[in-house]
């Protein structure tokens, strides 16, 4: 079996047809990431025993007839998603020897169906930021060039992908953090429709952006992996109920907000440019929608972020779990457990979010960002009337150099703006690979992106098809 | 928050007071820090500040509301899960969650 070219689909195809065993492929995983993974870095650890095990086990389901989709697929899961009994640290050192203590939804939905878990992949530290720079345990590399960042917040995840460690795997999605590392790695990433899938279990960012999705090799294995983990669940109170309507249309008009992309690096724009004619020569008709509001998403996603950021990391504060450091009363061992446990990016947004909603700032900041939400779902609600998936790029330039972004927060926060309005509105999005631009003589992979209505996951499948 | 005496954002300037902020976020900030954040966070606030300028006056829909709360019946029994949650706490006393002190006694 050739790891850089096998799909889901062929993977499920071979087991049935007994050409290879899941302990087998699970092996072949295995060897591939002691070879790659030093230089890589896409895992914070690797369950080498326990796969195996899993393996054995749907080698049994497999004999018996009984296989399912993912029945013995080798997937990797970023690291703040709860297995139970397994170390999931967020990649913080204040969860850093944290055991959980059930299971996500998701995990349960993908242990029902003879998962092989391969292990936790690394990501930006409470996935925060867009490079896995923020890491507590080190970067992780682009597997196209190994002195450039694979992007993030699912970094690691993205960068098994794409360097055949992981057939897939799941990754989580606040601003971009699927889309844009799938982009940077040459990989399929789906963010779905905020509710379309449980966050029960996945440690909260923040809660009204947070979407777990997939990356995959191509767009069917992203499928694949969604509809085993989609669906309502009463453990998440934002989770839809399963009749929510899904998007209909033809899947024939895309809309291009051609006033957003003025500012486009000229190679990118020429990748862009060369999809969107692909398309229109498969019968798509390609017209111009307007999205004013879309000026305002990086400065409104940068205050709801930080605030519910802040909020949520309220509880990791040396009592209940994780890191705890001594002081003398309970104020202090806060204050230094937090100090201790929380990495330079984490504290920024903390000290952000505590300031956009403090008294005396929350109406100028945080309440005027929901309004000006409301404006850009407004957007995205009006083009909807006349078009059945929007397209830009994924990001407005291929992978940076590490390191490249570290000095300037606000030049690292720019990366976002094709990505951050998709969240805000809730709307599904997918990035596919959409060719490549050379830097350095390397070819690195750009992502082109499609954006669909609330529910309109099959029409991002059917139109990245055509891709 | 015009005629009072403002804790955070310092009057005379652009600047922001780290030291009252990371207090009231319950976080602990060197020196060092101090310094580099009092560049960083003004700068993010200004990146942010372009909202002001969006015009907001049509009120915001709430349709589409639904409530997402369970009946408050069927609770599970009693202690089913103290173990599993004191099993993640750094510090326990018995069957509770041990926390230091509020005040100091040595004040």
């Keep these: 079996m050739d790891l850089s070219t096998l799909t889901i689909a062929e993977a499920r195809r071979a087991l049935d047809a007994k050409e290879y065993s899941a302990l087998d492929l699970t092996n072949a995983y295995l060897d591939a990431i002691v070879k790659k993974d030093g230089e890589i870095h896409a895992y914070l650890e690797v369950w080498t025993d326990s796969a195996r095990e899993e393996a054995k086990a749907a080698d049994a389901v497999i004999a018996a007839g009984k296989s399912q989709p993912l029945t013995g697929i080798p997937i990797a899961v970023k690291d703040n998603m709860l297995i139970e009994g397994r170390i999931v640290s967020a990649a913080s050192k204040i969860l850093e020897n944290y055991r959980a203590s059930y299971d996500a939804t998701v995990i349960s939905k993908l242990k029902a169906q003879g998962v092989v878990f391969l292990g936790r992949t690394n990501m930006d530290e409470f996935a925060l930021g867009s490079s896995t720079e923020n890491s507590a345990y080190g970067p992780t590399k682009n597997p196209h060039d190994t002195s450039r960042v694979p992007g993030g917040t699912s970094g690691g995840s993205a960068a098994a992908v794409a360097a055949g460690m992981a057939l897939a795997a799941l990754g989580s999605d606040t601003g971009g953090s699927i889309r844009q590392p799938a982009a940077f790695c040459g990989v399929v990433g789906l963010k779905p429709t905020y509710g379309a899938v449980s966050r029960s279990g996945l440690i909260a960012a923040a809660s009204s952006l947070d979407q777990i999705g997939t990356l995959a090799k191509n767009v069917g294995d992203a499928k694949i992996l969604f509809d085993a983990i989609r669906g309502h669940d009463p453990m998440d109170s934002t989770s839809l109920p399963d009749n929510a309507a899904a998007a209909k249309g033809e899947r024939k008009t895309i809309g291009v907000p051609r006033e957003f992309l003025n500012d486009l690096n000229a190679e990118v724009r020429a990748q862009f440019d060369a999809t969107v004619q692909t398309l229109k020569d498969k019968g798509y008709s390609v017209v111009d929608v307007a999205l004013p509001s879309l000026q305002y998403a990086l400065a409104v996603y940068y205050i709801i972020n930080p605030a519910e950021v802040s909020t949520n990391l309220a509880r990791l504060d040396g009592i209940r779990y994780g890191l705890s450091v001594p002081a003398d009363v309970i104020g202090e061992v806060y204050s230094k457990t937090r100090a201790a446990g929380f990495g330079a990016e984490t504290r920024r947004r903390i000290l952000v979010g505590t300031f956009v909603l403090s008294s005396g700032y929350a109406d100028a900041y945080y309440r005027k960002a929901r309004s000006v939400r409301e404006l850009i779902r407004a957007d995205f609600a009006k083009a909807f009337e006349g078009v059945d998936a929007i397209v830009m790029p994924t990001t407005p330039s291929p992978a940076f150099k590490l390191g490249e972004k570290n000095n300037d927060p606000v030049s690292l926060y720019l990366e976002d703006i094709f990505t951050v309005p998709v969240n805000l509105a809730g709307v599904p999005a997918i990035s596919v690979p959409g060719g490549t631009v050379e830097r350095d003589e390397k070819k690195l992979p750009v992502g082109f992106q499609i954006i669909g209505a609330w529910g309109g996951e099959e029409t991002l499948f059917a139109i990245g098809k055509d891709v | ?107």
């Design chain 2, 1 to 107: 928050m015009a005629d009072k005496v403002d804790p955070i954002r310092e009057q005379a300037s652009n600047g922001v007071n780290i030291t009252a902020l990371a207090k009231l976020a319950r976080l602990e900030v060197s020196d060092a820090e101090i310094a580099k954040l009092e560049k960083e966070i003004p700068d993010i606030l200004a990146f942010v500040e372009t909202i002001q300028k969006a015009d907001v006056s049509t009120e915001a829909k709430t349709d589409g509301l639904r409530n997402v709360m369970r009946a408050d019946e069927n609770p599970h029994e009693s202690g089913k899960y103290t173990e599993v949650l004191l099993k993640a706490a750094p510090a326990r006393e018995g069957n509770r969650v041990a926390v230091k002190q509020v005040i100091s006694r040595k004040k």
